[in-house]
């Protein structure tokens, strides 16, 4: 029937009993295929991480600098990556670097919710954000 028609015979459950066919022009259908996946690709959004390092003692004019840059990238949809860098012996100091983070956390709630809860990592306590979706 496919060879009168003038079309391929496409296997389509090979797993089923008996294995079921269907008559298709299999090109088509391949090239079909492929667009659908190049239009799910286009849609699907890039997650864009931005970073923001503080150090242990960061003053507050500092502090409130880097927190509304902070909430305006989570604004644009990106994803925040919070960290306190500790240099040297500074690292006795990685309550006051928890702390700094927390309070980032509890000021931008509004904006965004926590994604990782402040974590040691060798000289870095970090911390994600993720924006909150908006309606």
């Known amino acids: 029937?496919?060879?009168?028609?003038?079309?391929?015979?496409?296997?389509?459950?090979?797993?089923?009993?008996?294995?079921?066919?269907?008559?298709?022009?299999?090109?088509k259908y391949v090239y079909e295929q492929k667009k659908r996946e190049k239009a799910m690709k286009a849609k699907a959004s890039k997650v864009t991480v931005k970073e923001i390092r503080f150090g242990p003692n960061t003053d507050d004019h500092d502090y409130e600098f880097k927190k509304k840059h902070a909430e305006k990238f989570l604004k644009d949809g990106a994803k925040l990556k919070a960290y306190v860098f500790f240099k040297g012996r500074s690292i006795i100091y990685k309550d006051q670097g928890e702390i700094?983070?927390?309070?980032?956390?509890?000021?931008?709630?509004?904006?965004?919710?926590?994604?990782?809860?402040?974590?040691?990592?060798?000289k870095r306590m970090i911390m994600f954000i993720a924006p909150k979706k908006t309606k």
Do not use: F, H, T, W
């Open 1 to 27: 029937m496919a060879e009168e028609q003038g079309l391929d015979l496409v296997e389509i459950s090979p797993n089923a009993e008996p294995p079921v066919v269907k008559i298709m022009d299999y090109k």
């Open 100 to 122: 700094l983070l927390l309070r980032l956390a509890q000021e931008l709630e509004e904006v965004g919710k926590v994604e990782q809860m402040p974590k040691l990592e060798g």
